[in-house]
């Protein structure tokens, strides 16, 4: 049954993973037309924060008894760390070596990096379920 529910949370982290990139892809892309792409990375990931917090916290690991400023702000240390820290690095190094499409090809890398560093911090610190009483003779 664990495993199930390992599964069945992974494929959520999925679902959510794929709206959230979604959101961020297609702001970044738009606003990469008009602001330079570190910029444009700010915001799109800035948007795609608030969705993911929500989605992450209510449907994929359904923790909704977490709460408070200190859960917040351990969500926002962990999540802006891959999105304003990680990412920023890797567009950059790679809109320095292709100006085309260097940039994207970037971001898809470093959506990729984040979306390892979030999944493992998120399920086994920031979403992490109390441990279940155990029974005591």
Not at 11 to 16: A, G, N, S, T
Not at 41 to 68: E, R
Not at 90 to 110: C, D, E, P, Q, W
Not at 120 to 127: A, D, E, M, N, Q
Request: charged share 10%; glycine share 6%; net charge positive.
């Amino acid at each position: 049954m664990a495993q199930i529910q390992s599964k069945a949370e992974k494929i959520r982290f999925l679902v959510v993973g794929c709206a959230n990139t979604a959101i961020d892809f297609g702001i970044f892309i738009t606003l990469s037309l008009f602001i330079p792409p570190v910029a444009a990375n700010f915001i799109s990931t800035s948007v795609a924060l608030l969705f993911s917090y929500v989605a992450n916290k209510k449907y994929t690991f359904k923790t909704h008894n977490l709460t408070g400023v200190r859960h917040i702000a351990l969500f926002l240390s962990v999540t802006l760390v891959g999105l304003w820290g990680i990412q920023p690095v890797i567009i950059a190094v790679f809109h320095s070596l292709n100006h085309t499409y260097g940039a994207v090809v970037g971001k898809i890398i470093a959506t990729g990096c984040t979306l390892v560093w979030n999944y493992l911090w998120y399920k086994f610190v920031i979403f992490k379920k109390p441990a279940e009483p155990t029974a005591s003779s």
